[in-house]
């Protein structure tokens, strides 16, 4: 029986091998999503005893994948640290690059989850086009779907993700002080813990001071999946100005439960969000104010986007995540 990681912490990321855990035959071992070598080591003995395949759910656990013997697969969420960069990295995370590149490029297989990573895999660690399988990530329909509640009594913008520098708060919160001249009731609010982008949000805070919005901004933290549906449902839409997204959870989320999506053009968010959605250039500040703009002040638009964010929201599910990677499992222990 195949082996399946599943991380315990509360991201997008680790909510892929929690889903599809729930939907596959598999042997699951529940791990941090970050180990010391000295815990990935040990991790990786006890793989080993039990003699199977095995599947790491995100690039981060590459790097520990030099301490296993046995065939394995590996499922790329993005490449962003190879794309678009980190500031200041330590000699440390370079290391730690590095191996989680080697340990990518040793695997049977690589599961990407959306055209935008294997291009990205094919282009950066000249992974062969025949050894990755696109396959989307999912949503669960029975928890995201509309709800009649407001969370809120002022309307409001949703943002849901992190605070580092690529998720593009900046040119948000630089276009949500410009719709505030015309929308003084309206709000931003801002789901997520900081985690590990904790760092930048002193940086968030200055802008927000320095933009006269800091009243205007409500940040929430951790939301359990139908909390965070409720918020969706209530919102005016949901901006995701983000600079790259290896997939975008958050756009495909909100669709679901019937909120309209203002997103970027660039990475992946055109293939999670089709025709549903409002794209624009995330560098343009002035741009995504418009479009927002237009969302807020459209009826027609607006219904138009909810109609056709329920349909592509439909085009995805966890069932079908977990469907063709028990394909890629039975392909790989058939030796292909």
Not at 103 to 120: E, L, M, Y
Not at 133 to 145: E, L, Q, R
Not at 148 to 175: H, M, Q, T
């Amino acid at each position: 029986m195949p082996i399946l990681i599943v991380t315990t912490e509360k991201s997008g990321l680790d909510k892929y091998s929690q889903e599809i855990a729930r939907r596959l035959k598999v042997r699951k071992i529940e791990s941090r999503r970050y180990l010391s070598l000295l815990e990935s080591y040990r991790l990786s003995r006890m793989i080993q005893r039990l003699d199977d395949i095995v599947h790491l759910p995100n690039q981060n656990f590459a790097r520990y994948a030099i301490f296993l013997k046995s065939p394995f697969i590996i499922t790329v969420h993005d490449l962003v640290r190879s794309c678009f960069g980190f500031d200041r990295e330590t000699l440390a995370e370079r290391v730690l690059l590095k191996l989680d590149k080697m340990g990518i490029k040793r695997a049977s297989h690589v599961i990407a989850v959306s055209h935008c990573t294997k291009n990205d895999l094919v282009s950066y660690l000249k992974i062969p086009q025949q050894k990755i399988s696109v396959i989307y990530n999912g949503v669960d329909h029975d928890v995201f779907k509309p709800y009649d509640v407001k969370p809120l009594d002022n309307p409001y913008i949703l943002y849901v993700g992190s605070e580092r520098p690529r998720k593009n708060l900046g040119r948000l919160f630089y276009a949500f002080a410009k719709l505030k001249r015309d929308f003084p009731e309206l709000k931003l609010v801002k789901v997520g813990e900081p985690g590990r982008s904790g760092k930048y949000r002193t940086q968030v805070l200055r802008q927000l001071d320095n933009l006269g919005i800091t009243r205007e901004v409500i940040f929430v933290g951790h939301l359990t999946g139908a909390e965070l549906a409720r918020y969706y449902s209530g919102a005016a839409l949901l901006a995701y100005p983000s600079l790259y997204e290896g997939f975008g959870l958050p756009p495909l989320e909100a669709m679901a439960c019937g909120c309209p999506v203002v997103t970027s053009n660039t990475s992946a968010l055109p293939e999670v969000v089709g025709d549903a959605g409002i794209m624009v250039d995330p560098y343009d500040s002035n741009s995504l104010a418009q479009a927002m703009a237009r969302v807020l002040t459209d009826k027609n638009l607006r219904e138009e986007m909810v109609r056709k964010g329920f349909e592509q929201a439909r085009k995805f599910s966890w069932e079908e995540t977990a469907r063709q990677t028990q394909e890629v499992y039975n392909k790989v222990l058939a030796g292909g």
